[in-house]
């Protein structure tokens, strides 16, 4: 079996692989994207941001705090000085003797014939192949963008969490999750920030009432400009200029592009192995995660359009279980379950979601009813002196099941969970809500009075 990629694609080689001859092929840091630029240096980036921002915060709760400097290298050593070394051990650890069946090669791979692969100056084969490729950022085809001589040295989630100091005006282009994250690590830390995204909304995909409100947090904290085409990008002396359709251009002397993720599939090469991909780039697979050619097989990013390491976590052990299945003639191929995959944002509020928005249910003519809980509503929302945060679900009002759950504010990934846990079991709102008693007065207390008003 050969796998192409080391995030998800690592942790497929279950104790059922111990006797299969296996190669895995990577390009770059071993671990992938969540490890080493994505959910967990980000997470470890905002936490640090919350602490500044909240002390920065802190005079209304009697507290003379403030925030004496940012010692930006230290953040970085001390998250990377984490980081890196677990990557760097898990890599020797594949290489090293505990793994004698497993062969690591540190290249690029690409696609020369079905299920041929260049690797260095090699050219490997095996039965079974997992695609496990994930995806990069996406760089739209603005000039200075580009590849060619006008091409600027812009940032990408990539790279921009080991720059060496905080850029005193960080340019955002960019309205999503990432963007977002990133204008609260950055801001949060010192720079000015301004994001950059054609519809003025910031997180357009969640419920528009989150939407509205992040974006209204987000006006008070950044200079949103929405709205706008980009002409170009120049860069002079290390200054930087987005100009804008119209004739403005704002300056700044870094330029992180966060306008999405594009799955590697075509710089894989996949269709040389005959292996489809849909008119985004996505690998198509059906549901036990099979693509059209038997015996090659996909997870992760570069199939999935969630793009969550929690969806590719629960790839990577249908796909772990289904090839041993099928090597074994069995036909108990298992597949994923994506009726409830909740997700977070963790910004500054932070937002977390599960099920439908109401805009989509609204588009579908479907009935439901709505309720939306303050924080501030409740006694742990007096302690944070909460005025912007809320809760919101909504539901079906005849089976009285969750159609859907919104949070925005202090810890709504948390708090998501139980709402998460209700829809996925296909519990009501009610035996929620009274069915259970909830710790007073704990946060949790907006969501059962959320689901007490509905
Ligand atoms: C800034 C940021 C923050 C994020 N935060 C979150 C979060 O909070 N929560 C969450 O759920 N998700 C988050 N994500 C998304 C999450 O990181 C991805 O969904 C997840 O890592 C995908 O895993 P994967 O195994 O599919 O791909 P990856 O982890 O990207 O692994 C693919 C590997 O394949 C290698 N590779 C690619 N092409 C080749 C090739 N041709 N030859 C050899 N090797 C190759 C790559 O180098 C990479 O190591 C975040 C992403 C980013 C960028």
Redesign the pocket.
């Known amino acids: 079996m050969i796998i ?6 690592n942790s497929i080689l279950t104790p059922d692989y111990a006797d299969w001859k296996v190669a895995i ?15 967990i240096p ?2 470890m980036f905002v936490y640090t941001s919350d602490l500044a921002e909240n002390t920065r915060h802190s005079a209304k709760f009697g507290l003379d705090a403030h925030v004496d400097g940012v010692r930006w290298p230290d953040i970085v050593d001390r998250i990377f000085g984490r980081i890196d070394s677990i990557a760097e051990d898990g890599r020797d650890w594949r290489i090293g003797d505990e793994n004698p069946n497993v062969t690591v090669y540190l ?4 696609f020369v014939g079905p299920k041929q692969l260049q690797v260095g100056d090699e050219t490997i084969t095996a039965p079974i192949i997992v695609l ?6 996406f760089v739209p085809e603005i000039p200075g963008l580009v590849d060619g001589p006008d091409r600027v040295a812009f940032n990408t ?2 790279d921009i969490m080991r720059i060496d100091e905080v850029p005193e005006h960080l340019i955002i282009l960019g309205g999503g ?2 963007a977002s ?2 204008a609260h690590i950055f801001g949060g830390l010192g720079a000015e920030v301004t994001m950059i995204n054609r519809s003025g909304k910031l997180l357009r995909a969640e419920d528009e009432a989150i939407s509205a409100a992040f974006t209204e947090a987000y006006r008070e904290r950044f200079t949103l400009l929405g709205g706008k085409d980009i002409e170009k990008v120049t860069e002079a002396d290390g200054e930087f200029a987005v100009h804008l359709a119209g004739g403005d251009s704002v300056l700044g002397d870094r330029v992180l592009v966060a306008t999405g ?1 594009t799955p ?1 599939g075509s ?2 090469g996949v269709d040389k192995s005959g292996v489809k991909m849909d008119e985004d780039g996505y690998v198509i697979t059906d549901e036990h995660l099979r693509t059209n050619v038997d015996g090659i097989w996909a ?4 199939t ?1 359009k ?7 976590n629960a790839e ?1 052990k249908v796909v772990a279980h289904n090839i041993v299945e099928s090597a074994n003639g069995g036909n108990d191929l298992h597949t994923v379950d994506y009726s409830g995959v909740p ?2 944002v ?1 910004a500054h509020p932070q937002v977390a979601s599960v099920g439908q928005t109401e805009q989509e249910l609204r588009e579908a003519g479907a009935e439901y009813i709505t309720a939306t809980k303050e924080y501030g509503a409740t006694a742990y929302g007096w302690a944070m002196m909460d005025e912007t945060s809320f809760c919101k679900v909504i539901a079906d009002p005849t089976t009285r099941l969750i159609l859907g759950a919104h949070i925005l504010g202090p810890q709504a990934s948390t708090l998501l969970q139980q709402l998460v846990m209700a829809y996925q079991f296909g519990l009501t709102v009610d035996q929620v809500a009274k069915g259970q008693l909830w710790v007073h007065p704990a946060l949790t207390e907006v969501v059962e009075n959320c689901l007490l008003d509905l």
């Open positions: 192409v990629g080391t995030g998800s694609g092929v990577e390009r770059g840091a071993f671990g992938g994207t969540c490890l080493n630029r994505g959910c980000s997470k290249e690029d791979a690409r496990a490729a994930g995806a990069r950022p989630s990539a999750f990432i994250e990133m993720r590697n710089q894989l997870l992760g990013d570069i999935t969630y793009q969550l390491k929690h969806t590719a990577t997700s977070a963790f």
